[in-house]
């Protein structure tokens, strides 16, 4: 059987990585499963620090839209696959370790906040981040509200309904990537963010962590629990329904709404 996302433990660092690096690491109901398990893993090794990296040209191309296409339901696996997604955010966001996401390519769709649920962001200066529900005719899941605590709200309105796009640059400047370095020395930065976390006192770095994020989001499954209602509703619209055949299809969607 294929393993999707890959864990090792070692010297109080668990390391997930996304595995399914060929078809871009989409994200459906067998990968989250594995990455839920990994993060479980974490916890139960005590890991002080949690590196989110992934194989391939992208961190991730987002939700598996073949599969909603091929579901008897799609609003019920749409429900499913984003309480499964949720899980995992909400316990990074909960954890007691420092996870540090290293992103390479695109993190796209879900693949964005599930990025930024880490504490510590480093990207390559090659990187697009962009949310994309919209042009599927679908309302952002992943996390993707939690984002305004660190972008603004117009910001992330402008990611979701407009489309836009923030390279790695753009996402520095506005706080949500720690580091931007070539392709080549992001594996290397890492390891250098990795080593510093590693050699500093774990209970500061989790209380520090606990005290901002209790600030920034005070009670984020809410507002996790809020978008898996809006895109299991939504997928089952004309719009929605739409939106997933046209991607499909490779054509530009026409939307009646």
Same mark, same amino acid.
Do not use: C, M, W
């Given at each position: 059987m294929t393993t999707l996302v890959r864990y090792e433990y070692a010297d109080g660092v668990a390391r997930i990585t996304l595995a399914d690096g060929d078809r871009g690491n989409p994200i459906? +109901?067998?990968? @989250?499963?594995?990455?839920?398990? &990994? %993060?479980?893993?974490?916890?139960?090794?005590?890991?002080?620090? $949690?590196? +989110?990296?992934?194989?391939?040209?992208?961190? !991730?191309?987002?939700?598996?839209?073949?599969?909603?296409?091929? &579901?008897?339901?799609?609003?019920?696996?749409?429900?499913? +696959?984003?309480?499964?997604?949720?899980?995992? %955010?909400?316990?990074? $966001?909960? !954890? !007691?370790? $420092?996870?540090?996401?290293?992103?390479?390519? &695109?993190?796209?769709?879900?693949?964005?906040?599930?990025?930024?649920?880490?504490? $510590?962001?480093?990207?390559?200066?090659s990187v697009k981040f962009s949310l &994309?529900?919209?042009? %599927?005719? +679908?309302?952002?899941?992943?996390? !993707?509200?939690?984002? @305004?605590?660190?972008?603004?709200?117009?910001?992330?309105?402008?990611?979701?309904?407009?489309?836009?796009?923030?390279?790695?640059?753009?996402?520095?400047a506005a706080g949500l990537v720690a580091r931007v370095v070539p392709a080549d020395e992001l594996t290397a930065t890492a390891d250098k963010i990795v080593a510093t976390l590693a050699a500093g006192s774990g209970a500061a770095q989790a209380g520090a962590k606990r005290l901002l994020r209790d600030i920034a989001a005070p009670a984020p499954e809410a507002a996790l629990r809020k978008e898996s209602l809006s895109i299991s509703a939504q997928a089952v619209t004309p719009d929605g329904r739409e939106g997933v055949a046209a991607f499909l299809e490779k054509r530009a969607p026409r939307f009646n709404s």
């Open positions: 459906n +109901l067998a990968s @989250v499963a594995e990455l839920h398990a &990994a %993060v479980r893993s974490a916890t139960r090794d005590g890991a002080r620090v $949690i590196v +989110l990296a992934a194989e391939g040209r992208f961190f !991730s191309v987002g939700g598996d839209l073949g599969s909603f296409a091929g &579901a008897d339901d799609v609003s019920i696996l749409l429900d499913d +696959l984003a309480e499964a997604l949720h899980r995992v %955010v909400s316990e990074l $966001i909960r !954890s !007691s370790a $420092i996870v540090v996401s290293v992103v390479q390519g &695109a993190a796209a769709g879900a693949g964005f906040p599930l990025a930024a649920a880490a504490d $510590i962001v480093v990207a390559a200066d &994309a529900y919209g042009k %599927v005719g +679908l309302t952002p899941d992943g996390g !993707s509200s939690l984002l @305004v605590s660190t972008l603004g709200l117009h910001r992330v309105l402008r990611l979701a309904i407009l489309g836009d796009a923030l390279t790695a640059q753009e996402a520095h």
